[in-house]
């Protein structure tokens, strides 16, 4: 079973650095890249970025680019989103989602979300 | 980026109900178009992907339709399970987008 698990919930203070995981399990992970998605509270879908395992090149929106870094680790089938100092309105829950197996950029898994909370 | 327009953006319907949800792009985008389902509380569910092609596992009153710029997204009969929020998905250009989502409620 294909399966994206991310880790548990954080809050933080303006300025910390954060850095959360996606441990997927159940494919082949550098052939599938890993997206990232924000949802803030009570609020659509937003894309960040995304990453191509196999070589770690990434893509990022215009609008997270530089203000977060996408990494992965092929040798633990894990990708990474990351803060080097974060804001109040970083709060939100953060999803990965698998690129679909067609390579169509739908995003066929998701793993279940990580809630990240800013506040002073 | 291309904009996402969902209509409705709510909508209340009884179960049995035969429900349509449009998604319009702001530019052509082929058949690029994927539909989510999201509960409350839970990650998205991809339902259709490339406009019209049902994802395994998925009932088959879910169908979706469309191309260019216009596409639909319609469940044939609701069912106690199917109230949710839907989204539309572009992936012709990076970056992919969503639409604003359609909230379906309980009539």
């Known amino acids: 079973e294909v399966q994206l698990v991310q880790s548990g919930a954080e809050v933080k203070k303006p300025g910390e650095s954060l850095r959360i995981s996606c441990k997927t399990s159940?494919?082949?992970?550098?052939?599938?890249?890993i997206n990232w998605v924000r949802q803030m509270p009570g609020k659509g879908l937003e894309w960040l970025g995304r990453?191509?395992?196999?070589?770690?090149?990434?893509n990022y929106s215009p609008s997270f680019q530089g203000h977060v870094t996408i990494s992965s680790d092929k040798s633990i089938s894990t990708a990474y989103l990351q803060w080097n100092s974060l804001k109040a309105s970083d709060t939100a829950m953060y999803y990965c989602?698998?690129?679909?197996?067609?390579?169509?950029?739908?995003?066929?898994?998701w793993g279940q979300g990580t809630m990240v909370t800013v506040s002073s | 980026d291309i904009q996402m327009t969902q209509s409705p953006s709510s909508l209340s319907a009884s179960v049995g109900d035969r429900v349509t949800i449009s998604c319009r792009a702001s530019?052509?985008?082929?058949?690029?178009l994927h539909w989510y389902q999201q509960i409350p509380g839970k990650a998205p569910k991809l339902l259709i992907d490339?406009?019209?092609s049902l994802q395994s596992g998925v009932p088959s009153r879910f169908s979706g339709s469309g191309s260019g710029t216009e596409f639909t997204l319609t469940i044939s009969s609701l069912q106690p399970e199917d109230f949710a929020t839907y989204y539309c998905?572009?992936?012709?250009?990076?970056?992919?987008?969503f639409g604003q989502g359609t909230r379906l409620g309980i009539k």
């Open positions: 998905q572009q992936s012709y250009i990076t970056p992919p987008t």
């Open positions: 989602a698998r690129r679909h197996a067609s390579g169509t950029d739908a995003f066929d898994v």
């Open positions: 990453i191509d395992p196999s070589d770690s090149y990434t």
């Open positions: 159940g494919y082949s992970f550098p052939i599938y890249w």
């Open positions: 530019q052509s985008i082929g058949i690029y």
């Open positions: 490339t406009a019209s």
